[in-house]
């Protein structure tokens, strides 16, 4: 089976330091979207990529968050400088999204992320 | 108040029993409606999903939805200890971001 593949799958990491989560989408999948998953929030949608270009990044704090495509098999989301309240499950999803015609996503397992 | 609103639960059912998952939504623009089953310590997996109004069913579910109301359910029939698991809605319009929005999600636990 295809699958979505997030490194790495758990991260402990100190206050004010850099966080890398990796994401290798479906091969052939043309969206990829990062969502951050907490109990209080449920999934909040962070960005999301279209062909490799950001389409929408509204949900992320610009000030610390970024994300990229440097190519078709691989998005990054970075934190820096990393804060206790990040602490959250991040799911990496890919899809192909067709004009009038979209269709459920596959989900990552996801990196558990805690900052102490 | 939230776009979409879902009961986050827990329900707790006896094996065999009938189960009914519920979500509200406030954006009349929705159309793609969406059901996800994540275990635990797992990513959202697709279970079904619908466009505009009416029933889908597939296999022991069926997803409805009532666009008059902003209301969608998932039903789970013969209901087994291995559907335990936090069920999401999620739902899109046709706007061509296909940005999908989650309900909090329903724990569900299912007793032999």
């Known amino acids: 089976d295809a699958r979505v593949t997030q490194t790495p799958r758990h991260k402990v990491t100190e206050m004010g330091q850099e966080v890398t989560m990796r994401c290798q989408p479906i091969l052939g999948h043309n969206t990829v979207f990062w969502y951050r998953q907490t109990m209080m929030q449920g999934l909040e949608l962070l960005a999301y990529?279209?062909?490799?270009?950001?389409?929408?990044d509204s949900g992320m704090p610009k000030d610390r968050f970024s994300a990229e495509m440097p190519d078709a098999t691989l998005a990054t989301l970075k934190i820096q400088p990393s804060e206790p309240r990040d602490s959250a499950v991040y799911f990496c999803a890919s899809g192909l999204a067709r004009t009038y015609s979209p269709h459920g996503y596959t989900f990552g397992s996801g990196t558990r992320l805690t900052v102490v | 108040q939230k776009e979409v609103e879902q009961d986050p639960g827990p329900l707790s059912v006896p094996e065999g029993a009938i189960v009914s998952l519920n979500c509200t939504y406030s954006n009349s623009a929705f159309q793609y409606f969406m059901w996800y089953r994540q275990y635990s310590r797992k990513g959202p997996e697709l279970l079904m999903y619908t466009y505009s109004s009416g029933n889908k069913e597939d296999g022991r579910f069926t997803a409805q939805v009532d666009k008059s109301s902003k209301y969608i359910s998932l039903f789970i029939r013969d209901s087994q200890p291995s559907d335990s698991a936090t069920y999401l809605c999620a739902m899109t319009s046709t706007s061509g971001t296909y940005k999908y929005i989650f309900g909090t999600g329903t724990r569900l636990k299912v007793l032999a």
């Open positions: 990529f279209r062909n490799r270009a950001p389409l929408d």
